[in-house]
């Protein structure tokens, strides 16, 4: 998986602040079509869509942020290049393991598009 742990020692102290990037792509989910055009086998899963392109769930990847969202020492971010309406509709689709939707959790998310570091 693409994750990126910011502001951490190289084995976190009691309470110390620990920062997850997830880079929303090819981590968290998987594009259907391109699974099918390289012949990766597609395994039965959540999928979650966005003006018809269609998207597998790595599987894990909700349990995963669910067991990190529980420690309040642990802020989560997700990364991708898509648009930001792309990547925030893609988000309210995740679900939690309790039926919440990644996006539920946006006093942990920072979502990170291309055009909001993009330089002129």
């Known amino acids: 998986m693409g994750i990126c742990l910011l502001g951490l020692s190289s084995v976190a102290q009691a309470g110390e602040k620990i920062h997850i990037v997830f880079d929303l792509d090819w981590t968290l989910i998987r594009s259907l079509k391109a699974l099918e055009t390289r012949n990766i086998p597609i395994d039965a899963g959540q999928i979650v869509t966005f003006e018809g392109e269609k998207y597998l769930v790595t599987e894990g ?60």
């Not at 995740?94 to 920072?110: A, M, V, Y």
């Open 61 to 120: 990847a909700s349990d995963l942020v669910s067991n990190l969202s529980d420690h309040t020492n642990i802020s989560i971010s997700f990364y991708s290049g898509g648009e930001k309406a792309r990547n925030l509709a893609i988000l309210k689709q995740l679900k939690l393991p309790d039926g919440r939707s990644f996006f539920n959790l946006f006093q942990k998310i920072i979502i990170l598009s291309k055009k909001q570091y993009a330089t002129a």
